[in-house]
Nanobody, 125 residues
Framework: QVRLVESGGGSVQAGGSLRLSCAASGGTFSIYNMGWFRQAPGKEREFVAADRWKADSTYYPDSVKGRFTISRDSAKNTVYLQMNSLKPEDTAVYYC??????????????????WGQGTQVTVSS
């Protein structure tokens, strides 16, 4: 059973940066695809970033492309989401997710088997 624990959320002004961390345990981290999603109040969970288990490919939706970066440190079993140039519309609870290794980059929440508890990100204007 894979356990994911997010950290690094908080409050920041528009234009600022935050780095979210997601520590994984209970599985072989290097053979999981990892993803980040977010959910704002009253809205559906939204995909924001994903990588492949070989960490050789990433994908972002247009809403965050060029501002957000997913990366992983396999020695620490941790995946990161670096968020720059934050906007008020980025305000949401952010979740990391894991799925058994796939050659595809996984873009939907239904593709992932394991989820963290979420961390709140609030961006003020």
């Amino acid at each position: 059973q894979v356990r994911l624990v997010e950290s690094g959320g908080g409050s920041v002004q528009a234009g600022g940066s935050l780095r979210l961390s997601c520590a994984a345990s209970g599985g072989t981290f290097s053979i999981y695809n990892m993803g980040w999603f977010r959910q704002a109040p009253g809205k559906e969970r939204e995909f924001v970033a994903a990588d492949r288990w070989k960490a050789d490919s990433t994908y972002y939706p247009d809403s965050v492309k060029g501002r957000f970066t997913i990366s992983r440190d396999s020695a620490k079993n941790t995946v990161y989401l670096q968020m720059n140039s934050l906007k008020p519309e980025d305000t949401a609870v952010y979740y990391c997710a894991a799925a058994p290794a796939s050659w595809k980059i996984l873009l939907t929440s239904g593709d992932y088997n394991y989820w963290g508890q979420g961390t709140q990100v609030t961006v003020s204007s």
